[in-house]
Antibody, heavy 119, light 106 residues
Framework: QVQLVQSGAEVKKPGASVEVSCKAS????????LHWVRQAPGQGLEWMGM????????RYPQKFQGRVIMTRDTSTSTVYMELSSLRSGDTAIYFC????????????WGQGTLVTVSS | DIQMTQSPSTLSASVGDRVTITCRAS??????LAWYQQKPGKAPNLLIY???SLESGVPSRFSGSGAGTEFTLTISSLQPNDFATYYC?????????FGQGTKVEI
């Protein structure tokens, strides 16, 4: 069965960077794009970007350009999301999500990783 | 960016009620719209994709309709397990965007 398992909670100081991982299993890793979505406490869902595990190409929204980097390791079927220059507004749960191969919606999600930014 | 606007933001309903949530896009997204259900502390769960296709395993009381800029999610007979927050999402063009959510409460 398809599973996306994320790394554990993080506490970071303002200005620092955080890296969250998402390990995929149960399907061919390179067949589906993987995305990152975050949710601030009590707020809605915000798309942070995507990576093509096959070639490593990425796409980020303007809001996160220059602050986010998504990478992948095909040997371990894992994608990584690094967010730098953290501020309190980055406190959120970060989810990875698999894009359905042909139609584009998110058919599987990771369990989420809480990142807390606090001095 | 395409703005997605859901209404209402909160909906009070009872078990057995028919519930409709609306999602409007700021420009046409044809049928590239998904609906997700989210419960507290959990990841979102896919209900509907391509505006009206029911995801496998999702109860048939959930249905989606619409095209272009206006879409609806309908729950034909609300069950206790359906009290949650619902989000629409467009995947017509980047950046992909979500509605602000509709909380369905008792």
């Amino acid at each position: 069965q398809v599973q996306l398992v994320q790394s554990g909670a993080e506490v970071k100081k303002p200005g620092a960077s955080v890296e969250v991982s998402c390990k995929a299993s149960g399907y061919t890793f390179t067949n589906n794009y993987l995305h990152w979505v975050r949710q601030a406490p009590g707020q809605g869902l915000e798309w942070m970007g995507m990576i093509n595990p096959s070639g490593g190409s990425t796409r980020y929204p303007q809001k996160f350009q220059g602050r986010v980097i998504m990478t992948r390791d095909t040997s371990t079927s894992t994608v990584y999301m690094e967010l730098s220059s953290l501020r309190s507004g980055d406190t959120a749960i970060y989810f990875c999500a698999r894009q359905q191969q042909w139609l584009g919606h998110f058919d599987y999600w990771g369990q989420g990783t809480l990142v807390t930014v606090s001095s | 960016d395409i703005q997605m606007t859901q209404s209402p933001s909160t909906l009070s309903a009872s078990v057995g009620d028919r519930v409709t949530i609306t999602c409007r896009a700021s420009q046409s997204i044809t049928s590239w719209l998904a609906w997700y259900q989210q419960k507290p502390g959990k990841a979102p769960n896919l209900l509907i994709y391509k505006a009206s296709s029911l995801e496998s395993g999702v109860p048939s009381r959930f249905s989606g309709s619409g095209a272009g800029t206006e879409f609806t999610l309908t729950i034909s007979s609300l069950q206790p397990n359906d009290f949650a927050t619902y989000y629409c999402q467009q995947y017509y063009s980047y950046p992909w965007t979500f509605g602000q959510g509709t909380k369905v409460e008792i």
